[in-house]
């Protein structure tokens, strides 16, 4: 299968820094985006990675490791709204134009 | 710029009844078109996506049907809804980046 891993629940203090894991199924990869949703909302683009490394995006960076099959998203001064799920979705080379999105990481920053 | 709608916003439906969601781009030409399902608390489930006017591709065999009546037209449909269809529906369109860009949604209750 497909499978993309990312932990259920996240817990942060406002003003830190914190590191959001995804890992995916190496074969057929062809890029990986994040995504943020608000509770009740649809989701925002964040980030898109297809080569190994950081991209950093303000507050926000995504890193890429193709070989290990894992990704992170970065957030940094964290900020009360930035309280909402994070989707780690991956683009694979199975013929179809869509993404695999994983289940979501719901992160709560603490005042 | 290019912008996404979904209608109507929210919706409650008796078992068995017929539906019609409807999504709508505008500032682009010939979109690549998605249908998602969310359940409470749950990942994004993709059941259609379409590649051009007339061309549907189904992920999920279930009692939804697809149409794209028009080039930023996508149509999701059900003759009789079940308590399981109950669910937060995102339209969702990408060009050639393969970004996906959500519309606002459709919450779907079947009682």
């Known amino acids: 299968g497909q499978n993309i891993d990312q932990p259920t629940e996240m817990t942060a203090t406002e003003g830190a820094i914190v590191q959001i894991n995804c890992t995916y199924q190496?074969?057929?990869?062809?890029?990986l985006f994040w995504y943020q949703q608000h509770a009740g909302e649809a989701p925002t683009f964040l980030s898109y990675?297809?080569?190994?490394g950081l991209e950093e995006k303000g507050r926000f960076s995504s890193f890429l490791s193709r070989s290990k099959g894992y990704s992170y998203l970065l957030l940094k001064e964290l900020q009360m709204k930035d309280s909402a799920s994070y989707l780690c979705?991956?683009?694979?080379?199975?013929?179809?134009?869509?993404?695999?999105f994983g289940s979501g990481t719901r992160l709560q920053v603490q005042p | 710029s290019q912008t996404i709608h979904q209608w109507p916003a929210t919706l409650v439906q008796p078992v068995g009844s017929p539906l019609s969601l409807e999504c709508t781009v505008e500032?682009?030409?010939?979109?690549?078109l998605y249908w998602y399902r969310q359940a409470a608390g749950r990942g994004l489930q993709l059941l259609f996506y379409?590649?051009?006017?007339?061309?549907i591709s189904s992920e999920v065999p279930q009692n939804l049907s697809a149409s794209r009546p028009q080039d930023r037209q996508f149509i999701l449909s059900s003759k009789k809804l079940l308590l399981s269809d109950s669910g937060f529906y995102l339209c969702?369109?990408?060009?050639?980046?393969?970004?996906?860009?959500f519309g606002p949604g459709t919450r779907l209750t079947v009682l």
């Open positions: 969702a369109w990408s060009m050639s980046t393969d970004t996906q860009y």
């Open positions: 190496t074969s057929g990869f062809n890029g």
């Open positions: 990675n297809v080569l190994d």
């Open positions: 979705a991956v683009r694979f080379t199975t013929g179809r134009r869509a993404l695999t």
């Open positions: 500032g682009t030409s010939n979109p690549n």
């Open positions: 379409s590649v051009g006017i007339g061309q």
